[in-house]
């Protein structure tokens, strides 16, 4: 039977009746509005608690409308030209979507605009270019050098507004706009709308701040085959202008440049290595998002009402994991989730209440673009959908105390899909279930800690910036997935932190996974050799390294190996300029407890030039003739290395397995049979789950013996006595 409590349900005025059947039905405590829709009187006053959804940057259109200088702003760069003779001219917003962009040409030209010749990576001086009319017109080009201009631009439609705009099809509704709360009259009327919207809005319970500042970077493109020319969960270039650049400059005595932001037009993509001006530069707007923040949540709490804050749209300043998040004051945090590691990212927020609102979305079309809700259009299976997403996160709140679930968007699109309804409702209550185990106990975790390295470290914790859908290719993010379901305790640390400091006491293990050049991986902060040192000493003397992809990956003059730590690793990398080097011969030895219940390695894509260093190397699997998992014994520590890694059960399965090995402990605890299904041990019980959508027969053993067979339904969750 259905209990109550712990789900937020979208109520939609006009479907009162089905609003308040389904509340009942899943045992919703709170209903929501959502972007485009109200709560009626009869909702308002049926006795639940209320949710009201916040932007406050876009809440007041026509103050906005009547105060156009005062929308928020950010660089973009121009369309590279390449010039045919000794003048060029730039069109400053081709390729651009002059419905989200106009220029800001009245403040900052000359003071923040930087026109650069990208042939020869250099400035151009002030004085050869010029602006008139859209266009900058620069002299003493060089024929075949190609120029781009960074400049200012304001943002006249809100980028969510945009979105639920064309997903939706709302016609003519008007176009929000976004204000900038540096300018203080913006602050101030922030503040005071507030106040007033909290006493108009007596039934209002928690106010939902959907946004609070600033939104992840979002351009949208005028060329229909680049329709988004660029976007980041996690980027901070939408908190650019004159008056924040002017502050910097004061508050810190340093100059930030267009440049730092535009990056040759990678932009501050978090997927990249920050610069020390850019690390600057965050926390210096992570004041100032903080400061208002705490005025705007104390306003909310002099009515007596609490705050939550929705990060997916704009965590941007907010940084939950910076260690000051708690200052602000936030009753509680909502996170849209797609993937375990989401919930993990949620789950370990500094805040009193931490609530998922899950997937799919009641839109017409999903964030992922599936025509999910239109009865009778192939492709739409909301059912299908939502199981799917629910036994893929579930691992990760076996894991770790999750207090709410709930949906958001239109709930009348729900109404002709009964299916749905029942699988919301055993959603609803396995979610209540396992949030009473960890009440009751929590998960019982194994006794290996496992530190990821990042050029970030603890302040992106449990996140490379984005959905895993939407960086289907990156090794880390699958490593985090996989890592949101297991039982290790997780930390994040930083490359220059470690360098400094050396490992953190207390990490047995340490996971180094990406591309090279990332921040994943780390890019040029593995040139200290403070770094490779730390390291090499902590696994020699007793500790595990775990390198996935292109660990450690640096090519730094003078330095013997691509891979820095492939004296740990026991593995190289040749970037074509040892090609002609012969490479040592090896024999594939697949018995090893790395592979042991994970089975064949076939899912490891070969990576071109990978080699073996030492015949004490052992290679696990091999492919192409390239080793694509190997371990090595290392004084008194251990290094396991794979080429990739893939989110999936068995992959998973692996890299546990890896990690064990790596620590040097033999496993214990619970574990299955089958990489398909997880055993927990919380709060008195042993739960044991499903994680797939097919039926699986199922052994569960505590250190090796065997304490039950199950045979398990598609994403089924069965307890078993401890």
């Given at each position: ?132 009319d859209g266009v900058v017109t620069v002299a ?209 927020v500094d805040v009193p209440v931490r609530e ?94 496992v530190g990821v390295l990042t050029a970030w ?266």
């Open positions: 039977m259905t209990t109550t409590g712990g789900f937020t349900l979208p109520g939609e005025a006009g479907h009162e009746a089905f609003t308040l059947a389904m509340a009942q039905r899943w045992g919703a405590d709170v209903i929501r509005d959502s972007d485009g829709t109200q709560l009626s009187d009869e909702i308002l006053g049926s006795g639940h608690g209320i949710y009201s959804t916040l932007c406050l940057i876009r809440e007041d259109n026509a103050w906005a409308k009547a105060h156009p200088r005062l929308m928020q702003q950010n660089f973009l760069m121009s369309r590279p030209v390449t010039a045919d003779g000794d003048r060029v001219e730039i069109r400053l917003l081709d390729g651009y979507s002059t419905d989200q962009f106009v220029l800001n040409d009245w403040d900052g030209v000359e003071e923040f605009w930087q026109v650069h010749d990208r042939t020869t990576g250099t400035e151009v001086p002030a004085g050869r270019w010029a602006l008139a003493g080009a060089v024929p075949g050098h190609t120029y781009t201009v960074n400049f200012l631009v304001m943002r006249v439609w809100e980028e969510i507004s945009m979105y639920n705009h064309v997903t939706n099809d709302w016609g003519d509704r008007e176009h929000l706009m976004a204000v900038e709360p540096r300018y203080p009259e913006v602050a101030e009327h922030i503040l005071d709308w507030l106040d007033r919207w909290c006493v108009e809005h007596p039934a209002t319970t928690v106010v939902r701040f959907t946004s609070l500042f600033y939104n992840f970077a979002w351009f949208w493109g005028s060329d229909a085959n680049l329709p988004h020319v660029y976007a980041d969960w996690g980027s901070y270039d939408f908190t650019v202008n004159p008056v924040a650049l002017r502050a910097f400059r004061e508050e810190t005595g340093l100059t930030i440049t267009s440049e730092d932001f535009v990056n040759a037009g990678r932009y501050t993509s978090t997927h990249n290595p920050p610069s020390d001006v850019y690390r600057r530069w965050t926390a210096f707007v992570g004041d100032f998002v903080r400061d208002l923040g705490r005025r705007c949540v104390d306003v909310v709490h002099r009515h007596g009402k609490k705050a939550y804050v929705f990060y997916d749209d704009s965590w941007i300043g907010l940084e939950p994991y910076s260690g000051r998040f708690a200052e602000m004051g936030f009753d509680g945090l909502i996170k849209a989730v797609f993937s375990g590691y989401e919930a993990r990212l949620c789950a370990g998922l609102r899950l997937h799919p979305y009641l839109f017409p079309v999903d964030l992922e673009g599936r025509p999910t809700f239109q009865p009778g259009v192939e492709g739409a299976d909301p059912t299908a959908d939502l199981r799917r997403y629910w036994v893929t996160l579930r691992r990760a709140l076996l894991r770790a105390r999750i207090d709410r679930i709930g949906l958001g968007g239109y709930l009348s699109l729900v109404e002709p899909f009964a299916d749905f309804q029942d699988e919301v409702a055993q959603v609803a209550d396995q979610h209540r279930r396992i949030l009473a185990l960890h009440r009751a106990g929590g998960p019982v975790a194994a006794p290996v800690r470290g603890a302040l992106r914790s449990w996140t490379c910036s984005g959905h895993l859908h939407e960086n289907p290719d990156l090794s880390l993010l699958h490593v985090l997935e996989s890592l949101a379901g297991l039982g290790f305790d997780v930390s994040f640390h930083r490359l220059d932190e470690v360098a400094e400091h050396g490992v953190p006491a207390g990490v047995d293990v340490l996971v180094n996974a990406g591309p090279q050049g990332t921040a994943w991986s780390g890019g040029d902060g593995w040139a200290d050799p403070r770094l490779v040192a730390a390291i090499t000493t902590f696994v020699r003397g007793g500790g595990g390294l775990l390198g996935v992809e292109q660990p450690s990956a640096a090519d730094v003059p003078g330095r013997l190996h691509r891979f820095q730590l492939a004296e740990v690793l026991g593995v190289d990398q040749d970037g074509g300029d040892r090609h002609v080097l012969a490479r040592r011969r090896f024999v594939v030895d697949p018995d090893h407890p790395v592979l042991a219940a994970a089975g064949a390695a076939d899912d490891l894509p070969p990576l071109p030039g990978l080699h073996v260093l030492r015949d004490d190397v052992r290679v696990l699997a091999a492919a192409d003739g390239v080793p694509v998992a190997t371990a090595a014994q290392v004084g008194r520590g251990r290094a396991v290395y794979l080429s990739g890694h893939r989110h999936g059960p068995a992959s998973a399965r692996r890299l546990e397995d890896a990690l064990w090995w790596a620590s040097g402990r033999e496993r214990t605890g619970l574990t299955t049979s089958d990489p398909g299904a997880t055993a927990v041990e919380i709060g008195g019980v042993v739960l044991v789950s499903n994680d797939t959508l097919e039926p699986r027969t199922v052994q569960v053993l505590r250190d090796g013996v065997a304490l039950a067979t199950l045979d398990l339904a598609p994403a089924a969750l069965h307890e078993l006595p401890v």
